[in-house]
Structures are given as structure tokens and as C-alpha cells.
């Protein structure tokens, strides 16, 4: 069964570092998405992607924040300068046309920045 | 705006007892409802979803209705059983919003014992 996969599965950086976070969505899909989770707190929506360009981001994406589907199959986040505050587990989702169909995740990254 | 608000967690049952996770929501539009599982060191997993008011659904034992009058999408199991163990989160994806973001609830974290 076709599934989202995210490397790394742990990543660990300082305050100030950039990091990139990797997903492979599945195949046929053509929406993606990242969201957050910070431990104890609700699953946060960051940024939806379709026909490469984003159609719609929260607040909590602001200019730290990139999005990029640089080869048709991979879709990256991006975090120029991480702050403490960034430390969360960090979702990937893909979905296939349909607005009634679901989103399919993957096991997420889980990002500590100290 | 939309917002899913469910019950509070933890919560811990013997085998066999019956699961009720209480969720409503509120959106601008006509959503879609989902509940989705997350089993321990594993991503966001569909259990079930219901795109319209009144509809059903159901996985695995559990069921959900779609209740427009009372803005609610409660989560039910008649028998639960030790591997049932996980976090469950309510979500709602709104049909009428272009980028269909999903919107969490807390999640309600399960512990069933022997």
C-alpha cells in the first residue's frame, strides 16, 4: 500500500541553524502539506502546496518558513534560522483531488532545536 | 471560523468496555469529519470519515455519525480491546476552503488494559 514517507525521523539542531525536513508524498497525489504538532498541544496546520505554489499558509508559517517540490517527488520544509520554539513533531500530507477525500500522513520528524 | 473541540484525555478502560470520545465542531462551511489514530511512534493513521451531515462512518468497530444539528462527530467502540491503545484525533476538512487544511482536535489519548 502506497504510503507518505519523512527523513529524518529525528533531527537535532542549535538555535539559529537552518533546517530542511524531507517527505515523499504519494505518487499520484497533487496536494501536500506540512503541519506541526508541539508536545501536548493540537496538530497545527502550516502551509498547503498545489501546482507548485502554495494556496494557502497559517500564521504560524512566516518568513523562517519555505516549501519547495523541487523534483516531482520530493516535498521539502524549510527553516532558516530555527528558534526553541520550533522544537515540535513535524507532519507531512498528501491527498489525491477530491476535497472529500482524506489526507494521507506520514510518521512525521521529530524536531528538537536547543 | 473553523475549530474542533474534543474530550480530554487520558483515558483508560478494561477490555471489552464500551468507548465514547466525545467531539463537536464548528466551521463556516460544510465540512467533512474524519477521526484519525495515532498508534505509538507512528504517523496520523484515517480510521473513519463522514462528508456529509447524517452519514456513518465506520472502521475496525468504530463508528461515527455526521450530527449537523448538534455539530458533533462523537467517536464510539462497543468492545475495546488492548491493541485499540493509541491517541485518536477529530478533524474537520472544510470543502469550501482551497487548500482543504485540516483542522485537529487535542487528541484524546486511549490506554486499554487487560
Known amino acids: 500500500e502506497p504510503e507518505v514517507t519523512q527523513t529524518p525521523s529525528h533531527q537535532v539542531t542549535q538555535m539559529g541553524q537552518e533546517v530542511i525536513l524531507r517527505c515523499v508524498p504519494i505518487?499520484?497525489?497533487?496536494?501536500f502539506y506540512w503541519y506541526r504538532q508541539i508536545l501536548g498541544q493540537k496538530v497545527e496546520f502550516l502551509v498547503s502546496?498545489?501546482?507548485?505554489?502554495?494556496?494557502?499558509k497559517s500564521e504560524i508559517f512566516d518568513d523562517q518558513f519555505s516549501v519547495e517540490r523541487p523534483d516531482g517527488s520530493n516535498f521539502t520544509l524549510k527553516i532558516r534560522s530555527t528558534k526553541l520554539e520550533d522544537s515540535a513533531m513535524y507532519f507531512c500530507?498528501?491527498?489525491?483531488?477530491?476535497?472529500?477525500?482524506?489526507?494521507?500522513f506520514g510518521p512525521g520528524t521529530r524536531l528538537t532545536v536547543l | 471560523g473553523n475549530s474542533v473541540t474534543q474530550m480530554e484525555g487520558p483515558v483508560t478502560l478494561s477490555e471489552e468496555a464500551f468507548l465514547t470520545i466525545n467531539c463537536t465542531y464548528t466551521?463556516?462551511?460544510?465540512?467533512?469529519l474524519f477521526w484519525y489514530v495515532q498508534y505509538p511512534g507512528e504517523g496520523l493513521q484515517l480510521l473513519l470519515k463522514?462528508?456529509?451531515?447524517?452519514d456513518k462512518g465506520s472502521n475496525k468497530g468504530f463508528e461515527a455519525t455526521y450530527r449537523k444539528e448538534t455539530t458533533s462527530f462523537h467517536l464510539e467502540k462497543g468492545s475495546v480491546q488492548v491493541s485499540d491503545s493509541a491517541v485518536y484525533f477529530c478533524?474537520?476538512?472544510?470543502?469550501?476552503?482551497?487548500?482543504?487544511?485540516?483542522?485537529f482536535g487535542t487528541g484524546t489519548s486511549l490506554t486499554v488494559i487487560p
Open positions: 502546496f498545489y501546482n507548485n505554489e502554495i494556496s494557502e
Open positions: 500530507a498528501s491527498r489525491w483531488d477530491s476535497p472529500y477525500n482524506e489526507q494521507f
Open positions: 466551521a463556516t462551511g460544510y465540512p467533512s
Open positions: 478533524a474537520l476538512s472544510d470543502q469550501e476552503n482551497t487548500g482543504n487544511q485540516f483542522y
Open positions: 463522514a462528508t456529509k451531515a447524517d
Open positions: 505518487s499520484n497525489h497533487l496536494y
